[in-house]
């Protein structure tokens, strides 16, 4: 257990507090805040490889609100619900009265009264989805303070239109691992591009995240994509904010290779545009079916212009040694196996397959960690205890 | 722990037997079976408050059967499920071989070999939904007597044709604890009232279980709808009944200011004309779809006759002091907000949204409490034993 | 607790190693692994009727994947799984990003962070369900071995286009427990027959199940069907292999009656053409919907040609002392109840009907034997400690 008693002793030092917050955007939260969570995070994990049971409820739901389609986020939050006790609710808007001109308001109290954990997934709409998650924290607040809640269930945002911070917050916690500590971040260049898919309405949220996140190491985050793909002005002055109080540095252009240059790291990966996403907001609302149509259309046509935005061998040939980290939220479009013509090519995705899988095996305990540093006052003692208990997980 | 003391105490006085009983109708039950639910409900509240642990299965299911959407009530049973230790799983008709021709018999038998409760929702059709829970629980005890079923499941009617037992007791419930006690109802005035919704088809269990049930506690019952919306007569006898022998009244007219009068607690909601719930059956079993659509418009326009009967400001004037109570099961069809026009006016429900919310919080506990008496022998023992188990709900 | 003990010491002297072994096909198992998992299963269902937790997993993912639909074996797996204390997490392939040209090597990783278990059936595609799952088991080694996967979750087959093995063991656990012992099977003649259904695309899976199973002891299989029905050509070979080295017989013709006489069982039930299953896999692959509704139409002549296939009062004089145990693995098309001409006349399957719902009644028992003769090294030692452990599994 001394691994343990290492990352308790860090996470007392840190004396970060997230109990009774809502993990919704990064760069809502200090670097001693972000470092807990990781602490957290590896701690479960170091529990679940000892096989002792980190079971800190004996009852209580995880809700989880899908409003878009999802394999490994739905697992990694079921896991993550599961591992502390918690049993997975589905809240399913097409089986619900929420059609029937249900307040948001009203839904979140209803759902809440035993409820400890509310994890959401809104990306679809830009503008929307963050709105959504505060307008649910909101009615939480207000149902908690009057006493229609008997606790104030956490939010975890599984993917908004501005942030993904399970994913990013997962990545973090590979890189940490990969190169064996944070402080090994600092100075380390990663390239954050877009890349090729024949798909369309990709969110923003993954590379929004991955420099809004990266940049608060010390790392060297270059961001590059096609002119029309933009990511939302905030964000990107949020990273370049956070760059230069990190020491680390922030660089926007439109050139792959330059981002790949020297790159120690690269993400490539498509999105769509910005303006479309804005159109189809507005078309969706409208729903107006032919002119999203008319959008998809258009939008893939313009993606087609960017077949070269392909991360191949020969780009990772520009990268440090030729031998940077590849990474991906998963699934990739990989060409000549998911589709004809896609963001990576099979040969330098097969090579770091086995790692991208490591990288999102490191999600189902960043999910936990959120919610158990949300809802725990004290998770060094919390952590300790269990610890300390030893209920084993698996019995034989 | 005193609380809970109390609590058992007179739970113990009333010596009521409900263990291997299914829930099915409130005027199915006696009133002390009726108050044993309530303080084993309050019992269930009152650990969790304290932090304890509740739960009595180690393993077990918990089926839920939705035939139609729902979302406060599909959420109080998970949280009931999994208060007490049972994991809910869902039967899906459509993801079943039930369409396939197989009998309420052997489907009932074959979900429940380690089942410990079935809550049933299945208010479409008049005439369907509780005869549906019967055969289910006819199916039941075959299996069970014949060795089939090593136990016999619990059913829990979620909402019928004839009767909302969890929403009219969480609705007890929450009086009981707004008044301070069952007694201080005796004499209170109650007006359970239709009032206009541009919706179509909503089910006449709300009212009836209020009725139903209200009756039974000394309470003046005052039911008030336009001519043509009667509720079922076998349950409007029951009411009157059950008035006469607990020295309540009951009044029925047609008149919402008359209904309104003096009242202490006013239930202004909506439901289906009793005609046209008829023939909906009729038409949903010969699968009349375009019989069902001109129903549906020909429903439409006789409740648009009746738009005057909102729940307004002016009408709450007649109540007692102006101050009744407003209680509603939600969604409440709110003017301006989730409709143009509708059940009650924005400010009144603004003014008791909070109090409307608290009723709903006594479902999951009633729900609970349903689930424990019908599967357990003994409730005060074992309450009084998960209290001295002390083992803690949440750590830390 | 003596009957545990007598189970746990022949379980003991079988010394079978399942452990970290996938259950796909019985016939891949020796037989001392097969008396094995119903020795666990008798000794969980033991367990169970003392009151007394199997709970093994403090947490844990039981994942299902069901591409088609089921009743039965879905309750099964749930009360499987919540009987060991595993979480069940249904994968819906249309709520995931598996329709975006997502690998199964990939899917079956990034499900399986903290999973124990996999139950799949997949049995709608002759030729691609025992596939798609060895496919599954590779990416889980994969996995595993790689270090992606913190251990290496078993899979359940719940029914391929090839076996159905926790039908077929749990139909051997019925008949187990039906005759008074496994040795009382030797010599007794089971018929395994077509039977007539108004149904299209019946799996051949159970019909082969039991073929495959039966053999292994000492049983008097016979096989009947009309003669475009044949099964897998393989199967029928395992069979015949089986019967061989078993000292049982296989028996394969064209007559129900010839099946029928003196058995000391029948198994009537209805399946697909062969051919047509052939053919159903390429339209469905081809998406070739005309073509499909071509093959429903021209296979449903077919049937009609056979219906007098059904399993009556007249053929059951046929039996041994017109006696014959009737198993189904249900629902079964029961003339005059679920369908206009079936399977089974009415009077027959009532007589017999609590039989066939013991028989079902094993399946949640042999399911969750698999997982843990799956999972556990030391099954022995883990329900020996269960029992000494002896948590009550329902309190009060």
Redesign the interface.
Known sequence: MSELNRLLKELEGLNADLHEKDFLLTWDKSEAELKSVLLVAESLRDL??NNI?????????A?SN?RD????T???F??AS??L?L???D?DET????A????VR??A???S????VIGIRDDMYLGAGHTYMLEVAEALDD?YR?????QRPAIVNLQCDVDHPTQAMADLMWLKEYYGGLDQLKGKKIAMTWAYSP?YGKPLSVPQGIIGLMTRFGMQVSLAHPPDYDLIPDVVDVANKNAAESGGTFEHGNSMEDAFKDADIVYPKSWAPYHVMGKRTELLRAKDTDGLKQLEQACLAENANYKDWECTEEKMKLTKSGKALYMHC??A?ITG???KEGEVSDSVFERYR?ET??E??A??FIIAAMMLTS?????V??LG??AKRG??????
């Open positions: 679940y490889r049971s980190a079971r800190c409820f004996e009852s209580g739901l809700i899908f389609q999802s394999t490994r739905r697992f990694s079921a896991s599961n591992l006790g049993a997975v609710q809240l089986k619900s009265q929420i029937h001109g249900e307040t009203e839904t109290n209803m759902i009264f035993l409820t400890e149902g009057n006493g229609v809640l008997p798909s998963l699934p479009d196996v998911s589709c086995l899988y490591k999102a095996g999600k189902p809802r725990m006052k004290d998770p003692g919390l205890q269990l209920t084993v997980r698996k019995i034989g």
